[in-house]
Every structure is written in structure tokens, then in C-alpha cells.
């Protein structure tokens, strides 16, 4: 198993329409196969500047590339996360 | 749910006793009332620099609270955290 996470903050302000339609998009992330405990959480350590985190997890390595690769990970790239993202982090694990 | 997790890097070589006595050591925050999901991970990204982290979860801020303030924490805190963890990220989720 291995679980990807981003944790991020958008350049939209918070509540806003634009803020919304960012995190409906992103469940277009859950439907590319091999993507399994998809999930959109709301960040609130106050520790961390940072708003939101999405996390899924990938049976092996060769599913988490072909995640990468897929055309709807691409795009979902290209027009959302690039343009409406002010910062993030991303942190990957794997069980000890 | 709270999902609080943290990734943090260790003073100590990789693969080294010292190492393995910290991760062993960690098992007391599992025991701790409250907690649930507790995991042990390696970090993997190539995108982030830390090498481990824990995730647990809490069914509310007051259970979280109170692993906050339970002498277990307080001492795993005080005598192996401080000491031996050299950097270090917070992040805590909730459901969107």
C-alpha cells in the first residue's frame, strides 16, 4: 500500500464559489482507476499553513504511476492544481 | 474524526538501534485512550524531506485533548520527541 497526500492552500478565498468548484473537480481524481480511499479533508492543525489535503491510497507502485500518467490526472493538473493552487506539500507513505 | 498526523525526520542514522528504539518507543501512544488508526509510516516522496510519520485518529477534539494531556504523551513528548526528532510537520485533517 501506498498512500499519496497533498496538503494545499488555494489562491481562492475561502468559502468562495471558485473554492468550490477547485474541490468538486478533484473528484474527478477518485474515478481514475486504481485510486482507492479517496478522500478531500479540511487541514486545521493551527501548526500548519495549509487549508485543505486530498489522500488516496495505491496498491503497489505500477498503480500509482498509471495514476500519474492518466489523461484525467494530467489535465486535472494542468487546468486546476497549477493555476488554483497558491502552495502545498505533497507526503507519501508507506506502513513502516 | 481528526486524523492527526505528523511527518518528521530523526537525528539518528538511518537503519541505526537508536532508530528502532524510537519507533518501538512510539507503540506507547497507541495504547493511550482515545486513540484510533494508530500507524507508523515511511515517508517516500521524493518531494518531501522527512522520513517517517504517525497518524492516528480521534473521534473528537476532546478526545484529542486529552491524548494532548495524558502523562504518556507528556513524557514520550518530553523524553524522546525533543530530544531526537530534528525537524518536523504537523498536519490534522477532518472530513470535508
Known sequence: MIRHTVVFT???ASGSAEERAFLDAALVL???PGV?????LRQVSPKADYTF????EF????AYQAYND???HV???RDRWL?????????????L
Chains 1, 2 share one sequence.
Not at 482507492?36 to 478531500?40: D, P, T, Y
Not at 489535503?53 to 488516496?56: I, N, P
Not at 493555476?83 to 506502513?95: G, L, N, S, T
Open 70 to 72: 492518466h489523461p484525467d
Open 83 to 95: 493555476p488554483e493552487v497558491a502552495k502545498f506539500q505533497e507526503i507519501d507513505y508507506v506502513a
Open 59 to 62: 496498491a503497489d507502485q505500477a
Open 10 to 12: 488555494l489562491k481562492h
Open 30 to 32: 477518485d474515478a481514475i
Open 53 to 56: 489535503g486530498f489522500s488516496m
Open 36 to 40: 482507492q480511499k479517496f478522500e478531500r
Open 75 to 77: 489535465a486535472f493538473v
